[in-house]
């Protein structure tokens, strides 16, 4: 559901997020002795980085990142630390044509005035932030957290993600490279400010509690095997184009195994960056087993897809290889 434009649209038009480079993708690995999805009891572990390439249905290629937050054997669904009790909180929002999702990283370049004094501020005093641009008494300083919402032409979201600042990168012509990790999903419930940034009062949501823990987890082998196809065919499709050598690591990317269903249901949505309306359904949906159905049928049609479009790279290759093949010689 999109809020109708009229204030918030100011946000919208002088957005100050563009495509970042590589520099805005560090790579961060999970720590020696951090819990893998064995063990039943063991919390969230952070840990995002730049993943590989997926087709989708339309043939477009979209960027797989991801933050590792548990194990996917735990179905429970992902918890933000700290949030009040009441689960009411107020952020910053920062309006953007992409979905931030749960589980996933998002890198970010800030170059606009207000949004580099917003950024300093949730980052506070730390090493590489000017001092001059942090607003002491702001209530956010050094929070490191704030609000992402879906912007299109008629609006703005009300359901979000809540996302937290894990590295930062100042540059010497003033912008910043920030890189986040989803926390948490939210539903707007009141703008407390619109200048100079949107800030407003948030309702945190939770999953649907009590789902079947055999149908949640039936459900996310069954997407995470259809996602395992939908790689190695891209890449098949890839490497018949550049002959380029396929990694290991590109068809198996860690968080298929390490990820709670939860999170891994959010993970998959954040790979469908070409599709950004199902996106925000995806993350709408306050059910992991309704993402996780929505997600097989889509990551369905996209093997279907692929397998057919493999199929015709094969047959066309055949033909010109025959075309191409000299004329043996007939006995005398």
């Known amino acids: 559901m999109l809020l109708p434009g009229l204030a918030l649209q100011p946000c919208v038009r002088d957005s100050v ?3 970042p480079g590589p520099a805005c993708r560090p790579a961060v690995r999970r720590p020696p002795g951090a819990p893998d999805r064995r063990d039943a009891c063991a919390g969230p572990a952070t840990c995002g980085r730049p993943k590989h390439g997926l087709v989708g249905a339309n043939g477009l290629e979209a960027p797989l990142t991801g933050a590792l937050q548990g194990m996917r054997r735990c179905p429970v669904c992902c918890c933000a630390p700290e949030l009040p009790s009441d689960g009411l909180v107020t952020i910053p929002i920062f309006p953007l044509n992409m979905v931030a999702l749960p589980a996933a990283t998002v890198p970010l370049q800030i170059f606009e005035a207000r949004y580099r004094v917003l950024f300093s501020t949730l980052l506070g005093p730390v090493e590489g932030v000017d001092e001059d641009l942090i607003q002491q ?3 956010f300083l050094g929070s ?3 609000g992402m919402c879906f912007t299109s ?6 359901v979000g993600t809540i996302l937290e600042i894990q590295q930062h990168l100042p540059l010497e012509d003033g912008r910043m ?14 703008v407390v400010q619109e200048r100079p940034v949107l800030v407003c009062e948030v309702q945190v949501l939770h999953d649907t509690p009590g789902e079947d823990e055999k149908t949640v987890l039936k459900l996310a082998d069954e997407v995470v095997e259809l996602f395992r196809s939908a790689l190695q065919l891209h890449h098949k499709l890839k490497s ?3 002959k380029a050598e396929v990694k290991d690591e590109q068809l198996e990317p860690e968080e298929l195994s390490e990820l709670t ?3 891994l249901s959010f993970w998959i949505a954040s790979t469908f960056q070409d599709s950004r309306r199902e996106q925000q359904s995806l993350l709408e949906e306050p059910s992991v087993v309704g993402r996780l159905k929505l997600e097989k049928e889509m990551l369905g049609g996209t093997v279907k897809y692929l397998s057919a479009m493999s199929a015709l790279t094969t047959a066309l290759t055949d033909t010109e290889s025959s075309e ?3 004329e043996q010689p007939g006995p005398d």
């Open 17 to 19: 997020v563009r495509a």
């Open 137 to 139: 008494d702001s209530a």
């Open 144 to 146: 490191r957290r704030f």
């Open 261 to 263: 269903a939860c999170d």
């Open 324 to 326: 191409q093949s000299p």
């Open 240 to 242: 018949a184009q550049s």
């Open 153 to 158: 032409q008629g609006g703005m979201a009300k």
């Open 177 to 190: 490279l920030v890189t986040s990790s989803g926390v948490q999903r939210f539903q707007v419930v009141n």
